[in-house]
């Protein structure tokens, strides 16, 4: 069918898998009211399992759906729909290493993955709007839900600290997104990405407003994706946040963050490319040295893959900067790779921490590997596709980025993110390095007792075998990448850039 | 088109010089005779004890929260509910749904315990 | 799905019940000449599937194994719970038996083609897109035609007897499941070689047999030597290697495609005005070609590689993997016609690794060793014929002679694996593959002895057997060529043609040695070895007389009009020549093209069958003076047999010297390299700059991390800088 937008029902229609999803999730949490017995709580997760599938479901059949024109508030274009897939895929990842810890920790399962849920809706608001405001209301349905999840364990002091902090400075931050739009809107008469467009085509830039309000919304995006020097909240909240919570936050909310940036970069303000290029190259090579740099001194795990989660932030700003189809397929391709790769290695360290937060200490893996063979191999191969090693989805992820940054000619991004790459193996490999080259201590024996609950294993067999499956046959995945980009610049006729 | 705010301006500029004027000029005009008693903080009432940071109970955040979600609930019924007949079925939908989502709200509200006192 | 580019072709021999339909449906006739070919992938699937299923197998059993040293038992798994455990058991079953299978599969599509007529190469598939990019796109495909229809036969084929020899063989190693994981893993990488719908798969294939050629010849991986031996045929390769992938990326540059029908089809318009990339192209799959096929000076690695076990000796480095070099290049042949420098430069390299290695085959004991050489040595005629445009010669021969000379290294497994069994029941130490131990075998296993007389004959090429036909081909069409009018480097392939003619005279010398060493004269063996030494069972005789049988009537696929008078007029005429047309008339255009119709006679004149028959008279009278004279020698064993040599006998028996060269020009040299690397450069320079670095990211790292002093208003305060810097980059450009 086709969506004109001529009657509400096409709204619902064309934002069916948020609806679901929306709804499975009010489900999720009445269902967990209505009992208090202590012992349903995996059940809770299962049935938010089923109604993220359902929610894919929708999602794969909104491909058969097309719109008329491509100005729509809600977009239903293949961009969002492999969003989605990552929103999606990233979520019941989540869900998934999180049965065994929600319960473990007791905490209040249904709110949990109702939170997950409605932040998950909120990327998916996010990822098809084609206007300012409701890229602003999805941003905040997604923040509020993960302010509170970030705190979510409130026996723990940290976590309130990680959720504080988070929510302060993140209203803070999204003061200056709102701000940049007013400005934005007073500048072009619209908060419709097109008809931004369209009015900077037409001289709006010239007027005094779009240049700042760019540049607040800028910030206010480089705030959500932590990129430096934006980026001091986050690893307070990711080492304070529950572990399974961090996974989510690291991947499918910086996820979110970025599909919305490009969408707006690469649509509403192509016009002003000049003016945001420089901006977002300082911050993307300031993100790429400073996440890299401080990475290699941590000494938690959980800090650090913080840090190397702003790090990977750098990588993708690249690819904005280089605002090419290659490169936007390439961002679609990491975001997905990069999310499977971070949960995949969350849900070893939830593993290890016992369901809990202990043992984050790099040092606490020493040995780990040939006492967990399984884990630490699988461990091993998500450090090594972090770090991009051939072979491996991540290397793919960065070969692609770098082929949309080497069509567009930034030749010293590309020598920075290169190094900065190498820099990233050292603390990748070092946690390698203490899994299988180190003795574990004397006396302090991990306890394996107590089996890994089956859905971390299909958790980790599921991430190692996309990101196997991603290094070593790509095709598949980044022609579906590809062919989700297509369209996404240059909608409005005659507004080529001249870069 | 500029000039057209420039009314406003003007009443933003004669609200900030009242203000400011009028805190100054109290401060520069009334003449001061400090006295102990004049130095408490309830001039010839009870002297305070304790510390002024009291905790409240969570349960008036309760009710503050439900008290502010329904108040926007009203704000965004009321504008409705003066053109219904105007709007037609749309809208209608859409507050439905809206009313809908709320009531879900108080359900679970409800079974908590959201709505008890005690 | 496989899909079929193939188009356009009539159909005189369209099958009945096709052209009927196509008839009542009215259909153009060239509708029913498209072949689908029948599950293609299938082939190449199952050999996987063994090795997947031998793998797991060779898993448990390793680890039962090692769990059995832990607790203090032995780790030979065979004697674990008493029986033949079922990791040694399936194996039988599983590694020949997919062999088999993809055989039959492979006979189906051969059939299918044969009736179909086909003048374009079938792709089948692209099954997936392996890799991207902008400008380069590599699908995984099958490239379905004549020459790869005949190398999956081969392969398949030959595979599946020493795969089932190897049932015997094997039998009573511990290792056995990982052997057939091993096997099978080779065969898969060999199809995808061979089938592969372009360079880079070709080349994947090309690596996979390179891994499985190293995991085989080091099997018995705890002997050093055989270890070191499998190390070396790895760093040989990796120089040829390094030929290929250059040839590849020189034609992707040019031509901007590496699928077969891309390139053929561009190949020529690509290079039509810069003939010097052509030919640094074909020069570089050159390179390739001779490492893999052991060409000089490459072919250090290969007599080394009979550390590996017999059947793998048989298989990889006699059947199938060393003939990929010559594959490569008949597969190229479009490239090479192109460059008629290089195609010299292969026929000399083939006729010189030829003579070379027949003339070190002359003075070698160890069994495997001479039949090596001569491997060495029909590669090289193999290489001759390409390189005088004869590729279907040198198919010709690459068939007939994984016949002969599997069947020779089969035959001389049974001999070894007789003798070690002997050996090790008088607990002799005396080497069981050195010939001055063996002597009047013939009584002790007379059929052994007749199915290796008759590949001997085979090889030397004594009328009417496989290799008569096949070698006498290639003498034939280096001296034709030679004769050619166009030929600029006409009295180069003279001096190949007079260099083939002498190689096959010391052929027929060297195996008449081989033959009378091991079965002959007095018998060398002990009496209470003599007691244990017998035929082999049947499990491994069947594969040699099979072969045996391909051994004789080989030659028949391609007999040439002028020599039916030799076989009665039984064959046709020709037939795997028309068969390899629709491959090779590219090739043959561009060749006459260039220099003419090769002559129709030898360059000191006489025909076709006058040749012919002086070879063979002349083959008999080697063999049979050289039978004569060496029966009655008497040799002595290796333990009494300390005569020094000296001269050429020295020379020979010290292969040319290439090691000693090669240790002295290659190895040395870059150890010392290598040490003043470790000690100067990497200890002192690099270290130096990688500790100076780490050092200084840490002192960068810690410095900024204290800027995390935890205060959310440290955060915010960081942050609205941020946001001022950010408005200042605007406002002040």
């Keep these: ?124 608001v996010v990822a098809a709007s084609r206007d300012l405001m409701i890229v602003f209301l999805g941003m905040e349905t997604v923040s509020i839900a993960v302010y509170a999840l970030a705190a979510f364990n409130r026996r723990d002091p940290r976590s309130a600290e990680a959720g504080l902090k988070y929510f302060l400075l993140g209203a803070f931050a999204s003061g200056f997104l709102l701000f940049g739009i007013a400005l934005i809107y007073g500048a072009a008469g619209s908060t419709n990405l097109q008809a931004i467009a369209v009015a900077v085509q037409d001289g709006a830039a010239a007027g005094g407003l779009m240049i700042p309000g760019m540049a607040l919304l800028v910030t206010g995006f480089a705030f959500k994706v932590s990129a430096v ?7 307070d909240a990711y080492e304070g946040a529950p572990t399974p919570v961090t996974a989510y936050m690291a991947s499918a909310v910086k996820a979110a963050a970025f599909v919305a940036f490009a969408r707006i970069l690469f649509v509403g303000l192509d016009g002003v490319y000049d003016q945001w290029f420089p901006i977002l190259w300082w911050i993307a090579a300031a993100t790429m040295v400073v996440g890299n740099l401080v990475a290699v001194v941590q000494s938690s795990i959980k800090r650090m893959l913080a840090y190397s989660s702003i790090a990977h932030g750098g990588y993708l700003l690249v690819a904005l900067v280089a605002a090419n189809d290659a490169a936007a397929a390439g961002l679609l391709f990491y975001l997905f790779v990069y999310t499977v790769t971070t949960v995949g290695a969350f849900a070893v360290v939830v593993t290890v921490g016992r369901q809990s937060e202990r043992d984050t200490a790099i040092e606490k893996y020493a040995g780990y590997g040939w006492r967990r063979p399984v884990l630490g191999t699988l461990m091993t191969l998500f450090l090594l596709s972090l770090a991009g090693f051939p072979g491996t989805g991540g290397f793919m992820a960065k070969f692609y980025v770098l082929q949309g940054a080497a069509e567009a000619h930034l030749w010293w991004l590309l020598v920075v993110l290169v190094l900065t790459t190498l820099v990233s193996y050292w603390y990748y490999l070092r946690v390698a390095w203490f899994m299988w080259m180190k003795e574990a201590p004397e006396g302090a024996v991990h306890r394996v007792g107590g089996a890994t609950p089956f859905a971390i294993y299909v958790v980790l067999l599921v991430c190692g075998g996309i990101v196997l499956a991603t290094g070593l046959l790509p095709g598949a995945a980044i022609d579906l990448a590809q062919g989700s980009v297509e369209g996404l610049r240059h909608w409005v006729a005659g507004t080529a850039p001249a870069h | 088109m500029a000039t057209s705010y420039i009314p406003l301006l003007i009443i933003l500029g004669v609200s900030v010089v009242n203000a400011v004027g009028m805190a100054v000029a109290s401060h520069v005009l009334n003449p001061s005779r400090p006295t102990p008693q004049k130095a408490m903080p309830y001039e010839s009432g009870m002297i305070p004890l304790g510390d002024t940071r009291a905790r409240f109970s969570i349960k008036f955040y309760m009710v503050a929260i439900s008290f502010i979600v329904f108040d926007l609930e009203a704000i965004f019924l009321i504008p409705w509910a003066v053109r219904m007949r105007e709007l037609g079925w749309g809208p209608f939908v859409a507050v439905f749904l809206f009313v809908v989502v709320l009531a879900v709200g108080l359900a679970y509200e409800w079974k908590k315990g959201g709505l008890e006192w005690d | 799905m496989p899909s079929s580019s193939s188009s356009g072709a009539t159909a005189p021999f369209a099958d009945p019940a096709s052209s009927a339909l196509s008839e009542a449906a009215a259909l153009p006739v060239q509708q029913a000449a498209v072949w689908e070919p029948f599950l293609p992938w299938m082939v190449v699937l199952l050999p996987l599937l063994g090795f997947v299923a031998n793998g797991l197998l060779a898993l448990v059993s390793a680890t039962r194994s090692a769990a059995a040293v832990r607790a203090g038992g032995t780790e030979d798994s065979l004697s674990l719970d008493g029986g033949r455990p079922r990791t040694h058991r399936w194996p039988t079953y599983i590694g020949p038996g997919v062999m088999i299978a993809a055989f039959l599969l492979a006979i189906v599509n051969f059939a299918g083609m044969l009736g179909a007529d086909l003048h374009e190469p079938v792709v089948a598939g692209p099954y997936w897109t392996w890799l991207a990019t902008s400008s380069l796109r590599i699908d995984v495909a099958l490239h379905l035609d004549q020459l790869s229809m005949i190398m999956m036969l081969v392969v398949t084929g030959v595979g599946s007897l020493i795969h089932v020899f190897s049932v015997g063989y094997m039998r009573d190693d511990p290792g056995y499941p990982r052997y057939f994981a091993y096997l099978n893993l080779f065969v898969f990488f060999m199809l995808v070689l061979v089938l592969g719908a372009g360079y880079p798969l070709m080349f994947v294939g090309w690596e996979g047999v390179g891994l499985c050629s190293y995991l085989l010849i080091g099997y018995w991986f705890a002997d050093r030597e055989k270890a070191d031996a499998g190390k070396k045929a790895f760093i040989v390769n990796r120089i040829g290697d390094f030929g290929f992938l250059l040839a590849m990326f020189l034609l992707f540059d040019n031509i901007g495609a590496l699928d077969f029908v891309s390139v053929f089809e561009g190949a020529e318009a690509a290079f039509s005005d810069n003939r010097a990339l052509v030919t640094t192209a074909t020069l570089l799959f050159m390179l390739g070609a001779a490492g893999k096929s052991a060409q000089v000076p490459l072919h250090v690695w290969l007599p080394d590689a009979m550390a590996g076990p017999t059947p793998v000796s048989a298989l990889i480095h006699a059947a199938t993997m060393v003939t990929a070099g010559v594959y490569v290049i008949a597969r190229s042949s479009a490239l090479f016609a192109l460059a008629p420098a290089s195609q010299a430069v292969v026929a000399g390299i083939g006729a010189l690794t030829a003579l070379l290695a027949a003339t070190i085959a002359l003075r070698q004991y160890d069994i495997k060793k001479v039949l090596a050489y001569s491997t060495v040595s029909q590669l090289g005629f193999m290489f001759l014929a390409a390189g005088v445009g004869a590729y279907t010669a040198a198919v010709f021969h690459l068939v007939t002679h994984a016949f002969f000379k599997a069947l020779l290294f089969l035959g001389a497994g049974a001999v070894i694996h007789s003798l070690h069994h002997a050996f090790h029941e008088t607990g002799s130490k005396a080497d069981a593959q050195d010939m001055r131990n063996m002597g009047g075998l013939r009584a002790k296993m007379p059929v052994t002895w007749a199915v290796m007389g008759i590949a001997t004959l085979a090889i030397a090429g004594v009328w009417p057997l496989a290799g008569f036909f ?80 391909l051994s004789v009537a080989g030659g028949l696929l391609n007999v040439p009009e002028s020599l039916r008078v030799l076989v009665f007029g039984a064959a046709p005429f020709e037939w795997l020549h028309h068969w390899l047309e629709p491959v090779t008339h590219a090739a043959a255009e561009i060749q006459v093209a260039g220099m003419g119709e090769a002559a129709h006679q030898s360059p000191v004149g006489g025909g076709e069958l006058t040749w012919a028959l002086i070879s063979t008279v002349a083959a008999l009278a080697v063999v049979g003076g050289a039978f004569a004279v060496l029966r009655k020698r008497l040799y002595r064993t290796a333990a009494e047999d300390a005569d020094p040599r000296t001269g050429l006998a020295l020379a020979l028996e010290r292969k040319w010297y290439f090691d000693e060269a090669y240790d002295r020009a290659v190895v040395r040299p870059v150890l010392a390299l290598s040490r003043w690397c470790w000690k100067i450069v990497d200890g002192i320079v690099i270290d130096g700059f990688v500790n100076l670095a780490a050092a200084l990211a840490r002192l960068a790292g810690w410095t900024t991390s204290l800027f995390h002093t935890g205060q959310v208003n440290t955060y915010a305060f960081v942050l609205a800088l941020g946001v001022l810097a950010v408005l200042g980059a605007v406002y002040l450009p």
């Design chain 1, 1 to 124: 069918m086709t969506l004109d937008y001529s009657s509400s029902f096409h709204y619902l229609v064309a934002l069916l898998p948020e609806c679901v999803l929306f709804v499975g999730g009010m489900g999720v949490l009445l269902a967990g009211v209505s009992k208090t017995d202590e012992q349903r709580r995996p059940e809770l997760g299962w049935l938010a399992l089923a109604v993220l599938a359902a929610a894919a479901v929708a999602n794969g059949w909104l491909y058969s759906v097309s719109e008329s024109g491509a100005t729509a508030m809600i977009a239903v274009d293949k961009f969002r729909l492999f969003a989605n897939w990552v929103f999606i895929v990233g979520a019941a990842l989540t869900i998934a290493i999180s049965l065994a810890y929600v319960s473990r920790q007791r905490l209040q399962a249904a709110e949990y993955y109702a939170l997950i849920a409605f932040a998950t809706v909120g990327m998916m």
């Design chain 1, 229 to 235: 020097p934006f980026h001091m909240w986050t690893p």
């Design chain 3, 470 to 549: 096949s070698k006498d081909e290639i003498i034939w069409y280096a001296g034709a060529w030679a004769g050619a009018p166009g030929n600029a480097n006409g009295s180069w392939y003279v001096v190949f043609w007079v260099v083939a003619l002498a190689t096959a005279l010391l052929t027929a010398f060297y195996m008449t040695r081989l033959m009378v060493m091991t079965f002959h004269g007095r018998s060398r063996l002990g009496d209470a070895e003599q007691r244990h030494v017998h035929d082999s069972p049947w499990v491994m005789r069947a594969p040699l007389i099979v072969l045996a049988v």
